[in-house]
């Protein structure tokens, strides 16, 4: 069964670090493009970051910029989303998704992922 499963989420306050992190079961994960989305509540899904099969990295919103990094351990098959300085606003529960494309670049697209995880949740407060 292809799965995926994200943890590392929890209580954090601001100015907080988490590393989040999607590992996964049933396949490999070398082939695919995994995009880290979040969602809060009362609003939309938003992308966070995503890297490609070939390391390619997109950021997906400019209010994380310079503050979380995405990366890959294909020997370990997880990928990971370092957050550094954390914000209120960045509670939300936060999900990996993983598109089996070939194309170089990941997408920003939600409707473009294949497999996602279940969600953990990251709380920022005081």
């Known amino acids: 069964q292809l799965q995926l499963v994200e943890s590392g989420g929890g209580l954090v306050e601001p100015g907080g670090s988490l590393r989040l992190s999607c590992a996964a079961s049933g396949f490999s994960l070398d082939n695919y493009a995994i995009g880290w989305f979040r969602q809060a509540p009362g609003k939309e899904r938003e992308g966070v970051s995503c890297?490609?099969?070939?390391?390619?990295?997109?950021n997906l919103a400019d209010s994380v910029k310079g503050r979380f990094t995405i990366s890959r351990d294909n020997a370990k098959n997880t990928v990971y989303l370092q957050m550094n300085n954390l914000k209120p606003e960045d509670t939300a529960v936060y999900s990996c998704?993983?598109?089996?494309?070939?194309?170089?670049?990941?997408?920003?697209?939600?409707?473009?992922?294949?497999?996602w995880g279940q969600g953990t949740q990251v709380t920022v407060s005081s």
């Open positions: 890297i490609s099969s070939s390391g390619g990295i997109r």
């Open positions: 998704a993983a598109d089996g494309t070939s194309n170089p670049y990941c997408a920003k697209d939600p409707y473009e992922y294949d497999y």
